[in-house]
């Protein structure tokens, strides 16, 4: 599975923003999807996921009410609309799909199987 992440640019406080992630190479009916993002100098973090279904959706406290997260099955895709950018949403912002997640697991990276090469996001205040 190749990803592909991108809609990523240089934005203001209280901009919105929406990413894209494109999949090739396998159908991801099955998979569960998910944003991560990533700081310099600080750990990869969970931003949002979306199980197979799509109508299952899992959040971090700090973007809950200002990101929605959503795919297209058919069209092997996720996005991830950004409202109400902040400072603290800076990070390179990275897709992944991992089969078999169980819904406790869905905040940890290990639990992903692909990952795409990220686009970066910068908000300045």
């Known amino acids: 599975v190749q990803l592909q992440a991108s809609g990523g640019g240089l934005m203001q406080a209280g901009d919105s923003l929406r990413l894209s992630c494109v999949a090739s190479?396998?159908?991801?009916?099955?998979?569960?999807m998910g944003w991560f993002r990533q700081a310099p100098g600080m750990e990869r973090e969970f931003v949002a996921a979306?199980?197979?279904?799509?109508?299952?959706?899992k959040y971090a406290d700090s973007v809950k009410g200002r990101f929605t997260v959503s795919r297209d099955i058919a069209k092997n895709t996720m996005t991830l609309q950004m409202n109400s950018l902040n400072a603290e949403d800076t990070a390179r912002y990275y897709c992944?799909?991992?089969?078999?997640?169980?819904?406790?697991?869905?905040?940890?990276?290990?639990?992903?199987?692909?990952w795409g090469q990220g686009t970066q996001v910068t908000v300045s205040s």
């Open positions: 979306i199980f197979r279904s799509g109508e299952t959706k």
């Open positions: 190479g396998r159908a991801l009916s099955g998979y569960t």
């Open positions: 992944a799909v991992g089969q078999r997640i169980i819904l406790s697991a869905v905040r940890s990276p290990d639990a992903y199987d692909f």
